[in-house]
């Protein structure tokens, strides 16, 4: 194993930020979606959630995270009468999609938080570095 292939705090802080940009694209996303309409209620959409897993790299002891996968929220969708809808089934009914407006603009704020407390931690380790340099 080479000294490159051992984590270290950049490629830790990179993986987390990967993280954290994954969550706020998702939370994007649902917001994005936030009022959608269907059809049906198989076709409404549904929020998503990324599936982090803790990674332990054995050379350095270092835990990152990683993304394993996205998961569908379980929150049904909710039926309204709108007869006059396009989307509008024989009964007159559509399908709203269940987000949680609000919760999504929560989550997006933790997770640019997060980015940026991560952006920080390269800052101040870049600088500790480079006063380490000048000191020699």
Known sequence: ??????????????????A????MNAAASNLANAGSVAGSE????RSVRPVFQAQLD?????????VTGMQLSD?????RHDPNHPLAD??????????????EMVEIM???????????????AKQLMLETLRSN
């Open 1 to 18: 194993m080479t000294m490159s292939d051992r984590m270290n705090l950049f490629t830790l802080a990179q993986r987390g930020m990967s």
């Open 20 to 23: 954290q940009m994954v969550r």
């Open 42 to 45: 198989a076709e409404a959409y």
């Open 58 to 66: 054995q050379a350095s002891g270092l835990t990152s995270v990683r």
């Open 75 to 79: 929150a049904a969708p909710i039926k």
């Open 90 to 103: 024989e009964n007159g009914d559509v399908w709203d999609a269940p987000v949680d407006e609000t919760g």
């Open 110 to 124: 933790e997770s640019a938080r997060q980015y940026q407390n991560l952006v920080e931690a390269l800052q101040t």
